[in-house]
């Protein structure tokens, strides 16, 4: 046995012999045979033992064998053999090795296979001139021609593609170069047609998510490919689909490929659209966007898409020297949008925002709107929930959110409220099929004449009415003003102008048109003392009962659920104790959002929630023979001096001006005022009466009450209410400080600090001049007393 020394020699002697062997012959062959065999990226590093064992962020590739690979191959071959075996003498017969079935690739059967391809092509001839011009279908080969095909190279190919992540889409590899070219070419091109036919480079580069989208019910090209990898059955219809059909294979030079069954990988990627399985979706074409914004859109210098989508209406508005304000739920799309704008912007000097914003919910004011909303639920993105909403429902929605001076609307072949709004039809042609799409213009003064038809956003379950009458209005109303923008166009009573003119204004947005909506008239009858009294659970609520009772009165609850969604439902909790407790009868109707199951409200309250709950009350009063209705009358703070989104529901003129447009619809509606004292005498007069347990005022989560209750009690030694989370909320906090100072309670001094913080962390306009830390102490103590 030889010594590693000698070993190395007599490698180092095989590696001379292999680097001076002439491979043209053999590499010849392999050109005729289309002779493909799995490379890995960086093949220098392996030997052919480990050959598919693939480091991190390596790939095969199946090519050809050039010359060094053929060396590389067998050197590592022979340096193998002489590892294991010792071979005394590198005097041994190459030939042997070069025919070794055990190496990667059969150099012993190159010359027979080379006769087979022979025979093979007279067989496809034969095929190609007489059998396949009686088919129905005229493709590359008869279906047993590719049949046979299939059968001799369907398991090469299967696991071939394993180790293809995702195929390329074209055989035209895009760079930044084409991306700058093409921007280029738009902004000095002058497009007079409306059907260009042009895809874009742009797109096709940086929107590397379109192939995560599907159409329809079929899986999207991604999916599509992880299918195809994982099921053989379907791998070889996608196969035989590809020998027969694509056209790659008619070029020069191209049916060696065809019969020895070898697909390039582009071949695969362009057959998952064309095979129409697992097709792309499709994208606005920025020509098309850039003729249109021209030609309808010029006047104005900035525009809106509120389904901004794969960006090809933001290059068009780019490549028109306008500014774009694009918004979309889909965060791959807006990802990868911000990254065409980052490149295109050194080309330009216009600016482009972009958002992730759900249009049924967002809102806002822009000089016009120009999009192509979703076609029903025929496409679907990654990360979006489908919506099947027709473009009509759509154009309502845009028109109901966004207030425009004019909009621009492409849709589909299936509008109908919209069709006197027509002014273009758009064709697009292609090998599967041939559309019409329709250009949609809407001026601003059109809005008087249109109806928007809007049933989105919340309901309500209110199983004691029959007729809801007043509480469609009051819920319609309610999802109007839960937005950041109100709606431009508002379906309700005419005589609830001065009103909701004295919300609008109170926002500083633009009074809206009203579409009137006819409301009965109904006249309201004085049976005996019942008052329906809308109670909240908290402390003021509680307390009107027993003044209501003292006045005279027999109370019914009112209690909406949910209305207060970070309570959880809690304060119907406790009113369910004291009802049944007392004796008392509750209504319990329900506020549904179903606008998505996490429910986002753009107000920590809705501007209207009180007004919205007398609504609800008017058609239980309605049925139920009650004429008196009370609600919580404590604040005295004027509208003026109240806080956008947090108490404007409160404000005295909120609930007189509504009556007041309400007595136009409703006869003998009386509304029963109370007596307001201090809160600190609420609370001790429902202490002393062992109340304070049904009381719920508590601002914080629901879910973390009693924990955050437990955690104050046990840290600073105290007693609190039952519901009270002590220092986490501004009403829990309030209260105790009013304990504190009017010597009810006393408290420590470390928990008095921590509500005083909370009192003024949380010091929103209407508080911040009751509680703000620079007010001195003496004065804030005050201010517990009135507020």
């Known amino acids: 046995m030889k010594v590693f020394k000698d070993i190395e020699d007599n490698i180092d002697f095989v590696e001379e012999f292999i680097n001076n062997y002439d491979f043209s012959i053999i590499i010849e062959k392999f050109n005729i045979l289309k002779y493909i065999i799995p490379v890995p990226t960086n093949w220098e590093c392996h030997s052919d033992e480990n050959w598919d064992e693939l480091e991190e962020d390596e790939e095969l590739h199946w090519i050809i064998p050039n010359e060094d690979i053929v060396s590389h191959l067998l050197l590592c071959k022979i340096v193998n053999m002489y590892w294991e075996e010792y071979y005394e003498s590198v005097m041994m017969d190459i030939k042997i090795i070069l025919n070794d079935k055990n190496i990667i690739f059969d150099l012993s059967e190159l010359d027979n296979q080379i006769q087979e391809l022979k025979e093979l092509e007279k067989e496809w001839k034969y095929d190609h001139d007489n059998i396949l011009p009686t088919k129905k279908y005229v493709g590359n080969c008869s279906k047993e021609f590719c049949e046979k095909i299939v059968e001799k190279y369907w398991e090469r190919e299967y696991y071939r593609i394993q180790y293809i992540a995702f195929p390329p889409l074209s055989f035209k590899q895009i760079s930044l170069k084409n991306c700058e070219d093409e921007f280029k ?24 998510s379109i192939i995560f989208a599907n159409v329809g019910k079929s899986l999207s090209p991604y999916d599509g490919w992880n299918y195809i990898q994982d099921n053989e059955e379907a791998f070889k219809d996608f196969y035989r689909n590809r020998l027969r059909c694509s056209d790659w294979f008619k070029g020069e030079g191209k049916l060696p490929y065809l019969l020895r069954g070898v697909v390039m990988e582009e071949t695969y990627g362009i057959g998952l659209s064309t095979s129409r399985k697992y097709q792309l979706v499709t994208y606005f074409k920025p020509r098309l966007a850039k003729y249109i914004i021209t030609k309808y859109l010029n006047e104005y210098d900035t525009i809106f898409d509120p389904f901004s989508g794969y960006s090809g209406r933001m290059i068009g508005c780019l490549a028109c020297n306008k500014n774009y304000i694009g918004q979309d739920l889909c965060e791959m799309s807006i990802n990868e949008s911000k990254e065409i704008y980052e490149f295109l912007k050194q080309f330009t000097n216009n600016t482009c925002q972009l958002s992730i914003k759900d249009s049924i919910k967002s809102s806002g004011k822009y000089d016009c709107l120009f999009t192509c909303s979703p076609y ?32 621009v609307f492409v849709t589909d072949n ?26 949609i213009v809407i001026n601003k003064e059109d809005l008087k004449n249109i109806h928007l038809d809007i049933n989105y956003g919340n309901t309500i379950e209110y199983n004691e009415c029959n007729n809801k009458e007043f509480s469609n209005i009051g819920i319609h109303l309610y999802n109007i003003f839960n937005k950041e923008i109100f709606d431009n166009i508002i379906d309700c009573p005419i005589n609830l102008t001065k009103w909701i003119d004295l919300i609008y204004n109170k926002f500083n947005q633009e009074i809206p048109i009203i579409n009137n909506i006819e409301l009965n008239k109904i006249k309201l009858n004085n049976i005996d003392n019942k008052v329906l009294l809308a109670c909240s659970g908290g402390l003021d609520s509680i307390y009107q009962i027993f003044q209501l009772k003292d006045m005279g009165y027999d109370p019914i609850l009112f209690h909406l659920k949910h209305v207060n969604m970070y309570e959880n439902g809690q304060s119907y909790n406790t009113l369910k104790e004291f009802i049944d407790d007392f004796g008392i009868k509750m209504i319990c109707p329900t506020l549904k959002h179903i606008q998505n199951s996490n ?10 929630k009180n007004q919205m709950i007398m609504f609800l009350m008017i058609d239980y009063c309605k049925e139920n023979n009650i004429n008196k209705i009370c609600m919580d009358g404590s604040w005295e703070f004027p509208i003026k001096e109240t806080t956008c ?4 529901a409160d404000a005295p003129e909120n609930y007189k001006t509504l009556l007041e447009c309400l007595s136009n619809y409703v006869e003998n509606l009386e509304f029963i005022k109370t007596e307001h004292p201090s809160k600190i005498d609420k609370i001790k007069f429902l202490d002393n009466k062992g109340l304070m347990k049904y009381v719920y005022s508590c601002l914080g989560p629901g879910k973390f009450n009693e924990y955050r209750h437990n955690e104050i009690q046990k840290k600073y030694n105290i007693e609190l209410f039952e519901h009270n989370c002590g220092c986490y909320c501004r009403k829990c906090a309030h209260h105790n400080l009013l304990m504190h100072y009017s010597k009810y309670k006393e408290f420590p001094k470390e928990f008095i600090n921590r509500c005083w913080n909370i009192m003024s962390d949380n010091s929103f306009k209407s508080r911040a001049m009751l509680f703000d830390k620079s007010i001195p102490l003496e004065k804030r103590i005050e201010n517990l007393f009135i507020e």
């Open 599 to 608: 429910y986002v409200k753009y107000w920590a309250e809705n501007p209207i």
């Open 414 to 439: 299936k509008i109908e409220k919209y069709k006197d709004y027509i002014v273009e039809t758009l064709q697009n042609t292609s090998h599967l099929a041939t559309n019409y799409e329709y250009i």
């Open 376 to 407: 029903g639920d025929i496409e679907k993105w990654p990360g979006v929930k489908p919506l099947n909403y027709s473009c009509d429902k759509w154009i309502d929605i845009c028109l109901q959110n966004y207030k425009c001076n004019k909009y």
């Open 645 to 648: 989104g947090i108490d404007v």
């Open 185 to 208: 070419r738009l902004q000095n091109e002058i497009i007079n047609k409306s059907n260009s036919k042009n895809y874009s480079n742009i797109i096709k580069y940086f929107h590397k």
